[in-house]
Structure formats: C-alpha cells, structure tokens
C-alpha cells in the first residue's frame, strides 16, 4: 500500500462526522505531513568509479528512511508517496598525487532518465574533490524510483571513505 498526502476533508452540510473520521481527517495527514517520506544514504567503503562513463553509486549505509523506500539491492530509492521530491546528491571522489585535474560531474537518475548536475568539480592531487547538485523530481508509487550517478571524464578513481566527504543522497518529499 503506497502512502497518500492528507485530503482536505468536505464537509457536506448537516453532517455530524464520527469519531472515527477524525483519524482520517486529523490525525493520519497530521502523521504524514510531520514525518514525510525521507530517505538518506551513504557509500562508507571505497567505490571503484570507472572513466568516461556514468556509473551508479553504490550506497551501502542508511541512515534514515523512515518508510522503507530504499532498495539495497539496486540502490535506489522507490517512492513511497506521489508527489514532488528533491533530491540531493553529493558526489566525490580521491585523486592520489601526480597533479593530474580530473572533471567530476553528479547525476540523478529518476526511472531511467539522467538529469545531469550542472556543476562540476575540478579534483586536483591529494584531495577529495566533493560536488552537490540537487533536483526536483516528480515520483509516483510503484512506479517511479531515483538513484545517483558519477561521472569522471578522465581517470579510473575511488569513492573517498573519509567522514565529511563520503557521496550522500536525500531524498524529501516536498508536496503534491
């Protein structure tokens, strides 16, 4: 059963509702809109990102999810409720030393179409390079799913294990 955003309920005149309405018209969309579907996950291991092609991330640590839309197994994330979510998705990657610059571009994958970041990052030696992009995308239940990818143009590199610069993905349901 997928989850419903809270109806504004109608009051049809000389209408006296029960108190069983009460769950449906207060207390249930009152549940929802103080805990909406929200999804956060984390890759905390070294992931091996090829070159010159869109890999999907591997997230391997949840960290919240509070209506079990995450798929371990895919590594996506399903949607739970209909409606708008944003999408944000930090990408990194380790660059060793030898002062090559490498280009790292973050993209969101909803159902199987890409949606490029416009941002990139130009990693240079020794560090971690880290770019966020964020999007919103229309998702409905059992039908609509939304992953992350990265994309380095040059190199062969890893996935950074570091605390602070591990890739990350929230996804929030935002409205109908």
Not at 29 to 53: D, E, H, K, N, Y
Request: glycine share 8%.
């Amino acid at each position: 059963m997928s989850l419903q955003p809270p109806e504004v309920p109608i009051f049809p005149a000389r209408y006296g509702p029960a108190a069983a309405d009460f769950n449906a018209w207060l207390k249930d969309p009152a549940t929802f809109l103080a805990a909406p579907p929200w999804c956060s996950v984390r890759r905390t291991t070294a992931q091996a990102i090829p070159s010159g092609t869109w890999t999907t991330i591997q997230f391997n640590q949840v960290d919240a999810d509070g209506y079990s839309g995450w798929d371990a197994v895919n590594f996506r994330y399903a949607a739970q409720a209909p409606g708008w979510y944003l999408v944000t998705l930090k990408v990194a990657a380790n660059v060793a030393a030898g002062g090559t610059t490498h280009a790292l571009l973050p993209g969101i994958v909803t159902t199987g179409i890409l949606y490029q970041g416009n941002e990139s990052w130009q990693v240079t030696t020794d560090t971690a390079g880290m770019v966020t992009t964020q999007q919103f995308v229309y998702l409905a239940p059992g039908i609509d799913w939304v992953a992350g990818q990265i994309h380095i143009a040059s190199a062969a590199l890893s996935t950074p294990t570091a605390t602070g610069q591990q890739p990350q993905m929230d996804i929030v349901w935002w409205s109908v």
